[in-house]
């Protein structure tokens, strides 16, 4: 199976006054082409900030990621962009609907703004929201929905462009024991259905346990990875 992502001396370094904080030091890891990874660690060890770089989200202090094989951060801004839509899907801990917008319409957003064609776009959408089963619910508003019912519609909207990668940063964290379960059986179903490379951070032992691999962070640096 070959690498989908090869990441090289990846570190993330902020300015706060005179001073440097370094979140992410010297990175290096490998992920193969649809397999599950855990990601996990403190609060404050770097995940979050791993995470966006992964997805293009932010730019390296210095090192490469690249997504089979080509180096994503050589790619000027505008290029970076169409990368994140068309190859990686993003799920957070909050959801980020629009709230004017029913679910329909929020899982088409991302392929309206790639210019798909509507029909098209309304036809990826409509399959999602059935695999995330919520045929009966693309109508309603993100008001009308419950919190679990939220974060399905977001991972259906994180999948609608078909991106080989998706990172979920929490994706259940504000959510409760039993819909927790049922958006991890759902995301494992989805990652096997569709090929996926999927990266999750999370503090669900549980969770991280049915994982192919877990990678470990502490104070910025890669602890280990089993």
Not at 90 to 104: K, N, R, S, Y
Request: proline share 3%; aromatic share 4%; charged share 20%.
């Amino acid at each position: 199976m070959s690498n989908l992502l090869e990441v090289t001396g990846l570190s993330k370094t902020y300015s706060s006054g005179p001073n440097r904080i370094e979140v992410l030091k010297e990175i290096d890891l490998a992920l193969e082409a649809g397999t599950t990874t855990a990601l996990v660690g403190a609060s404050g060890a770097g995940k979050s900030t791993l995470m966006h770089l992964l997805g293009a989200l932010d730019r390296p202090t210095s090192g490469a990621i690249r997504f089979r094989g080509d180096n994503i951060f050589k790619k000027n801004d505008r290029d970076l962009a169409t990368f994140r839509n068309r190859s990686v899907g993003f799920v957070f801990q909050f959801h980020h609907l629009l709230p004017e917008f029913t679910a329909l319409e929020n899982v088409m957003m991302p392929a309206l703004i790639a210019r798909t064609a509507r029909d098209q776009a309304l036809q990826q959408a409509r399959a999602l929201l059935e695999d995330v089963g919520l045929g009966e619910r693309m109508t309603h508003r993100p008001g009308e929905l419950s919190g679990g019912e939220q974060q399905r519609v977001a991972i259906a909207r994180a999948l609608v462009m078909g991106p080989e990668l998706l990172l979920a940063d929490e994706p259940t964290g504000n959510l409760d024991t039993r819909t927790s379960d049922g958006i991890h059986a759902m995301l494992a179903e989805l990652q096997i259905k569709k090929g996926l490379t999927l990266v999750i951070v999370t503090h669900n032992e549980h969770l991280a346990a049915a994982m192919g691999s877990t990678i470990h962070l502490l104070d910025g640096r890669l602890e280990k990875t089993t």
